[in-house]
């Protein structure tokens, strides 16, 4: 089991920065890739980033590619996502993820998710 705790989250207003955490516990961390997704209302769970098991590869959706950034320490176990230039659009409850292997886009493929934490962007 892996337990993941997402913070970081808040009001923002549009074109400001968030930074958001995952801590991660129970299982070597460093034995999974890890994703972020998102969920606005009454929408699906959207894919937003993933990182490989050392760091050195990332993924990320066309529509935050250049505006965030997916980075994990494993000696802290935890897994970031800096978000600049924040649009309207963003705004939505932010989950983290772990999986297996890497490049996984489907929330499905996912093992292990944390209880997500709410950014909400302003005009």
């Known amino acids: 089991q892996v337990q993941l705790v997402e913070s970081g989250g808040g009001l923002v207003q549009a074109g400001g920065s968030l930074r958001l955490s995952c801590a991660a516990s129970?299982?070597?961390?460093?034995?999974?890739?890890m994703g972020w997704f998102r969920q606005a209302p009454g929408k699906g769970r959207d894919f937003v980033a993933a990182i490989d098991f050392s760091g050195r590869s990332t993924y990320y959706a066309d529509s935050v590619k250049g505006r965030f950034t997916i980075s994990r320490d494993n000696a802290k176990n935890t897994v970031y996502l800096q978000m600049n230039r924040l649009k309207l659009e963003d705004t939505a409850v932010y989950y983290c993820?772990?999986?297996?292997?890497?490049?996984?886009?489907?929330?499905?493929?996912?093992?292990?998710w944390g209880q997500g934490t709410q950014v909400t962007v302003s005009s």
């Open positions: 993820a772990a999986a297996r292997a890497y490049l996984l886009v489907s929330p499905n493929a996912y093992d292990y």
């Open positions: 129970g299982r070597t961390f460093s034995n999974y890739a």
